[in-house]
């Protein structure tokens, strides 16, 4: 009977490294190709950022180098959550909430400038009217979740012992 639950021991330690190395490669693969998005998002953003400044852009190209810098932004959390997640082998839900707030901040620059774009037509309309107003419901749900991040995020950071952001780990020999 001893045999049989030191064969079964054996049996759930190298399933469980089979699973901890494939776990580990797909997150390697995953840092990878993340990696190599942001790095094309970088290219764009410069190119973007190179044409704005050339053309002295209006409102509408600075929202767009913008907002790709922000997606850029995302990305980059995005890598280091994969990263912390195959150092530590938990999953921390922080960077995730960055990458909300992050989201949601780009939406916000968005719909800004559309509801500006619409504000500033000559021909008002029921439909430009109705759009505004949806505009400003999106706006108001939006500016809500942000402020419910931001105080998850500062809950976050008061609930750990240690004050350090998440994904930082502790000097050797601490516990």
């Known amino acids: ?52 400044m050339r053309a002295l852009g209006g409102a509408q190209q600075i929202l767009e180098v913008i907002d790709r810098l922000l997606f850029l932004l995302m990305l ?22 960055i990458v909300g707030l992050i989201a949601s901040i780009r939406r916000v620059l968005v719909i800004t400038l559309q509801s500006s774009e619409i504000m500033h037509a000559k021909d008002w309309s029921p439909e430009k009217q109705a759009l505004f107003q949806a505009s400003m419901i999106e706006l108001g749900v939006l500016a809500g979740l942000i402020l419910t991040m931001v105080f998850a995020i500062f809950l976050l950071h008061r609930a750990r012992d240690d004050g350090r952001p998440a994904g930082e780990e502790k000097p050797a020999g601490e516990s």
């Open 1 to 52: 009977m001893s045999a049989h639950s030191e064969d079964q021991g054996r049996l759930t330690r190298l399933a469980s490294a089979i699973f901890l190395h494939t776990e580990h490669a797909i997150y390697a693969a995953l840092g990878l190709l993340l990696a190599l998005t942001a790095i094309v998002a970088l290219v764009d953003a410069a190119g973007l950022t190179w044409e704005a």
């Open 76 to 97: 980059i959390e995005i890598l280091h959550t994969v990263r912390v997640s195959m150092r530590s082998g938990t999953l921390t839900c922080e960077p995730f909430l």
